[in-house]
């Protein structure tokens, strides 16, 4: 069994939950004897790379409008790896992906992880909702990540009759395990006891929300990514005041395993459905961390149930979100039991086995299929 995945960014340029749920479902499929490669865009020009055991092919990004990567090579390569794979698998939104898709004149049996609705551009959307809708009908079969999101999300009711939900997976073996040495440098720089927040800094990702509560609230807070809204919210920090909150930045994978490791709870405070799932915040739950997030009708809520994995607050509310963190942070036996059953949850439904022994039954179903 041969699949080839196709998405706009893959590591090593890029480090992202979609990123991170195919490098998964490459290892975790691999193991069940599928044959994976990925095809992606780089600023770095032309490359065949491995990593975990799969292919990486990276072909040049030519340019981008509304953060859409294009590439005419990529066309032409589509369409030769495509010839060797049985199964396409498509990561949607990516609308250069659709328009590949039909220029490369795909025949093989195809299927796309619908990851997220397309959310702030609105006019671009209107002009390219044609093609979408063309391109979902086109494939065998669409995949929500989680029941949330299918039942919340328009566009995939249109699709229901051809959608089904496989949630997303870690495995948690392949993450590092930090040195002692190392868990002391940190502690040493963040302290005893923080709020951890993990991910890329996007204008959707509610940091300034976060940052607002922690006018009113006095805990530390550990922010770990890089991303375009950075040095915005670092000014804005600096306005509020705040001083028990750390940029950290990016880190390597050692040094993010610490932090959870160490981090006495998870605040992930994504206020709009560009947020689909949280990776970030199922890898807290994954190191029995309790958590706080926002109820955006997304698999946010699926991997962190109120009051039972930690507490869910409304969107874009400081004081809500405020009020969260003073609770966990003045219960601890509360947070410690909530971390437990976060734990739990994971190892019973989001375990990255789970997701790839189900991926692995759809390629198998759909390479089955008459043509």
Known sequence: MRVLHFYKTYYPDTWGGIEQVIRQLCVGTGRLGVTNEVLTLSRSGPSQIEIDGHVVHRVPLDFEVASTGFSFAAIRKLARLARDADVIHYHFPWPFMDIAHFMARIRKPSVVTYHSDIVRQKNLLRVYSPLKRRFLRSVDTVVATSPNYLASSPVLKRFAHKTRTITYGLDKSIYPVPSEELKARWRAQVGERFFLFVGVLRYYKGLHILL?????????????????IEQELKEHAQRLGLTHVQFIGAVAEEDKAALLELSYAMVFPSHLRSEAFGISLLEGAMYG??????????GTTYINIDQDTGLVVPPDDPAALGAAMRTLWEKPELAA??????E???W??????????????LYRELAARPR
């Open 212 to 228: 607002d509560a922690m006018a009113n609230v006095d805990y530390p807070v550990v922010i770990v990514g890089a991303g375009p």
């Open 289 to 298: 961390k309790p958590m706080i997030s926002s109820e955006i009708g997304t």
């Open 337 to 342: 039991s909530m971390g437990r059953r976060a």
């Open 344 to 346: 739990a949850r994971y």
């Open 348 to 361: 019973e439904l989001f375990t990255a086995e789970k997701m790839a022994e189900n991926y692995h039954a």
